[in-house]
DNA sequence: TAGATTGTTAATCGATTAACAATC
DNA sequence: TAGATTGTTAATCGATTAACAATC
């Protein structure tokens, strides 16, 4: 059921952004065309829940043959805003700070990185890839300035409220949060948690207690 | 409603990290209670969330005053497996796996790194922090001898299958998929996504569409 | 045509929230 | 005691799966 103002259902996003991603590893490979069957066996999910899905996403299917590949990766790159370069800005310059600023995947992927900022003195000044780290004070004009969408908080937990509130009333459309914290934004200001060690708690726990034999896993 | 083997549904296991860390906090701040509508308050939840997730824990509050910070924080590190070392291997050492290499976090929050691989002969020898890249043929005696439980996969899309099954077949306990692919592995091994162009992805999805005030968010 | 696959409706399942008796 | 908070049961809500008519 498409909604009309194109949100989906969370469940239905987080799917979504592997649909393309499988719709890409596909037409690369040269596949015409992929069956909600193929996608479904392909990502460990049922065909009802990939049809169910595909009723988020203005495409049809043809029956008898399935999705085609390149129509399908075509709406979800644009539903996903895959299409737009996304201005970013990297807050916090230490090893997952620089990891991010120095990759050239992001910049393939539309995330431009036009900045990364720090407060430590022995940081700042020093180069990353092709930035300059500056300090955290000249970020709220550089953001204004570069018209910045996006602020990746990869500063220690203790910090990262603070930054983030910067980043807000520096008019920042999204944050990446990296830093185990709970972030607190307006409503207007999407937040998306993504933190390498509380997946590694997850996987320990996942470890030590082995789901039930289809019980929600991952 | 608490299981006998100690697993917990996947909604819940996500949400018991975030407790662990909001009671860590707490208690290095001095905070010797905290009760449910706290809790919910500080991580946005319901406090009828918290006490249902609370039953799959093996720890009472008590009425009145609510949860001793350090024993949740203790009963939470047990269950969660944060009170082992576990050991870890990267596989891929650019810059995400060198970042991770490198990091300090990782150790201290019970991560050991004993290694660090690479099929690219430009990047095995190099010193990654404490670490030398080794060949990835290397690998699968490594992991057997240093009983190694965690694999980290850093490396590109096209090769992550290949070498989780390498992992696999070494006797890995658990995954760390970094990669923007879809891994298959037998129920015995755990698995964990955890991509930050997926997250980054996920949150231009929602800048572009903000949820309807109520709806599942992050 | 026969068969495969979509799109959608209905049924099931699970997760969240509300409510409230028990407790300190 | 009165009031606050837990633990748990019941109600609601949402997500997943099953089923099947429509289609090519």
Known sequence: ??????????????????YLTYAQDLRSRGAEWVSSRDIAEGL?????TVRQDMSFVDFSGVSKKGYETIGLE???????GADTVWNCVVVGAGNLGAAIARHEEFARRGFSIQGIFDNDPRKTGRRVGALTVRPISEMPPFVGRHRTDI??????????????DLLIASG????????????????RVAVMDSRIIVSLMELTHLIKYPPERGAGGA
């Open 74 to 80: 075509k709406v979800l790159t644009s539903m996903l």
């Open 1 to 18: 059921m498409r909604r009309a103002d194109g949100s989906v259902p969370g469940s239905v996003r987080r799917r979504l952004t592997r």
């Open 172 to 187: 920042i459309k999204g944050l990446l949060n990296m830093a185990l914290a709970h972030i607190v934004a307006p409503r």
């Open 44 to 48: 460990g999910l049922t065909s009802s």
């Open 151 to 164: 602020g990746i908080l990869a500063v220690p937990a203790p910090a990262a409220q603070q930054v983030a």
